[in-house]
């Protein structure tokens, strides 16, 4: 006997808009739409897809809040809907928000962030030369402030970690790093606001932890970076941020 109490629910139609989306993203895809390129008139694409001019609209507005579409106004031939190289900043947002959303266990975010910073440190270790040096040195020394409020702390621990993966040289590194790093900012800070006392210990080791890290990629010692940053996450989750939430911490919190 079938289960009778799930209803049948009608299907909203402004759903269509998402079959619109899944047709733009079909020709990106394959080529087809490539940066700068304009996109066909609405009038068209109502046409073309056999779908109504909200669908079309609506699935405009979430490709143009996603960075991926932008608009150019006035008549001339550069006038219209054409596909926008994704700005960093709109990779970014959408992966934090929904690194945040999906609530993902906090062993999974250390392990992305593990890995992903190893990689990263070892690029910049081997990339010294190329500068990124002063960017990872400036919070750095913030951090040795010992009057630093601890969410300033936090702020500028994000900072040294994000301009490390910057300073590799791999964008798409550098976002996803960006990415996690964010993410897990808000847990990072209940930790350390929980800490009370035994903050200023947590801080000095995370202080000596932070220092070797830098002095390992300014050296260009590209396994010591790897190894001191994956050292210095995995350890911090490990010792720190279990013992004050226990293993049911999750990244979204
Ligand atoms: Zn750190």
Sequence with gaps: MADTTAAWEPVPRSRTFELVLARVEEQILAGNLRVGDRLPPERELVEMLGVSRAAVREALRVLEAQGVLRSRVGTGPESGTVIAAMPDAGLTQLLRLHIALANFPMDDVVEARATLERASARLAAGLVAGGGLDRIREPLLRMDDPALPREQFNDFDTEFHVA?????GNRLMADMTVAVRNAVRHTLLTVFNRLEDDWERVAA????EHHAIYEAIAAGDVDAAGDLVEAHVRGFHQDIVKTVLGD??????
């Design 164 to 168: 490390i993966a910057e300073a590799g």
């Design 248 to 253: 049911s911490g999750s990244a979204g919190a």
């Design 205 to 208: 080791r995370l202080r000596a």
